[in-house]
Structures are given as C-alpha cells and as structure tokens.
C-alpha cells in the first residue's frame, strides 16, 4: 500500500498555475507535520514548504513564497499545494511526506524541511514541467 498518493502535476506555460494534492493512509493524524518537497533531474531533493502539524506555522522557501500555497483538509485527510505563477525553474518532481514523530520546531519549520530523513511516509513524485 503506497502510504502518500501525489497528483495534479502536469505541463504548464510560464505564469500558469497547477494545483497538487496528496493523501494517504500517510497521514496517520491531524497532528503530522507535512512537507512538500521537489527534485529536479540531477540535483538534490529539496524541501520547499513544510507545516507544523501541531500549531499550523508553514515554511515557505523563499524560491516560492509568494506564489506557492500549502492547505490542509482534515475531513478530506488532503493536503494541497496551490502554485501559481510558475517558472521554468519550478520544474521538477514534487513530492509529499508525513513526519509522525519530528521534534516540534515550532516556528522554525526550516529546520525540518532540511531533513528529508525526519520523514516517514512518502509519495511517489508528480511531474511538474513548465514550458512554453
């Protein structure tokens, strides 16, 4: 069983926007932390945005603050990213994950996000390729 599911990726023109979403059996409570990372071909996987499960703080990287959502639905067990105003360098493989057991770093999400290891359950990857 795949613990998380991305999808909504896709190809998109410069300034276009896509929506992804992710869920799964992942997600073993309200409480996780989620990080939505990206791996462009031969580079490392990054995170870019990462939420404290216990008190809602995000960290946006600055490569997309500002043009990049994160959302959370509990009824849904959803996680949403909303990305807007894409770039060719937004290119890459997205993917989701669930730390169930992170120290809580409260507003310095940042840290998490720099340690793909701290997290448990993961998705596959959905392509994103901006290009005109």
């Known amino acids: 069983q795949v613990p998380l599911v991305e999808s909504g990726g896709g190809l998109v023109q410069p300034g276009g926007s896509l929506r992804l979403s992710c869920t799964g059996p992942g997600f073993t409570s309200r409480q996780n932390d989620i990080g939505w990372f990206r791996q462009a071909p031969g580079k490392e996987r990054v995170g870019i945005i990462c939420?404290?499960?216990?008190?809602?703080?995000?960290y946006y990287d600055e490569s997309v603050k500002g043009r990049f959502t994160f959302s959370w639905d509990d009824a849904a067990n959803t996680a949403t990213l909303q990305m807007n105003n894409l770039r060719p360098e937004d290119a890459a493989t997205y993917y989701c994950?669930?730390?169930?057991?992170?120290?809580?770093?409260?507003?310095?999400?940042?840290?998490?996000?720099?340690?793909?290891?701290?997290?448990?359950?993961w998705g596959q990857g959905t392509q994103v390729t901006v290009s005109s």
């Open positions: 939420r404290n499960g216990r008190d809602g703080s995000i």
């Open positions: 994950a669930a730390a169930w057991d992170a120290p809580n770093y409260g507003n310095g999400m940042q840290f998490l996000c720099r340690r793909p290891n701290a997290f448990n359950a």
